[in-house]
């Protein structure tokens, strides 16, 4: 997948980003959430969060179907660049550790109402 945020973003800027982030939150995680292309959820939420590291995935995807409003039947899936699913317990500071962007220090997810691979 394709992330808009890095489209949008030059990785100078992006690292500039990050670094301010680390500095004033130590304890924290920078994560750019971002609707998958094939989501057909429209409504828009922000792109960039700074959790703390002990969040579980669980708790995250709460926060997001709060945020997106959606009723309890709807599905929601998470992949994290684009391309991995990770488990509901996991704490974000593990799955920052193994997934993060080496070249700008964020870590990348989005969300569908669906898989999609490839």
């Keep these: 997948m394709e992330f808009q945020y890095k489209n949008n973003n ?4 992006r690292k500039s980003q990050y670094r301010k982030i680390v500095e004033n939150h130590p304890d924290k995680v920078p994560v750019i959430l971002e609707r998958d292309i ?3 959820i429209n409504k828009a ?5 700074i959790l703390s590291k002990e969040v579980t995935m669980a708790e995250f995807v709460k926060i997001i ?3 997106l409003d959606l009723k309890p ?6 992949l994290v660049n684009g391309k991995h699913s ?3 317990t996991e704490e974000l500071g593990q799955i920052y550790e193994k997934y993060k962007d080496k070249s700008d220090g964020f870590l990348y997810m989005s969300y569908s109402e669906e898989i ?3």
């Excluded at 030059?10 to 800027?13: G, I």
């Excluded at 039947?73 to 998470?78: I, Y």
């Design 10 to 13: 030059s990785l100078e800027s």
């Design 38 to 40: 094939h989501c057909t």
């Design 45 to 49: 939420i922000k792109t960039k969060y």
């Design 65 to 67: 179907r709060e945020k």
């Design 73 to 78: 039947e709807r599905a929601l899936f998470f």
């Design 86 to 88: 990770v488990t509901m």
């Design 116 to 118: 999609v691979y490839g």
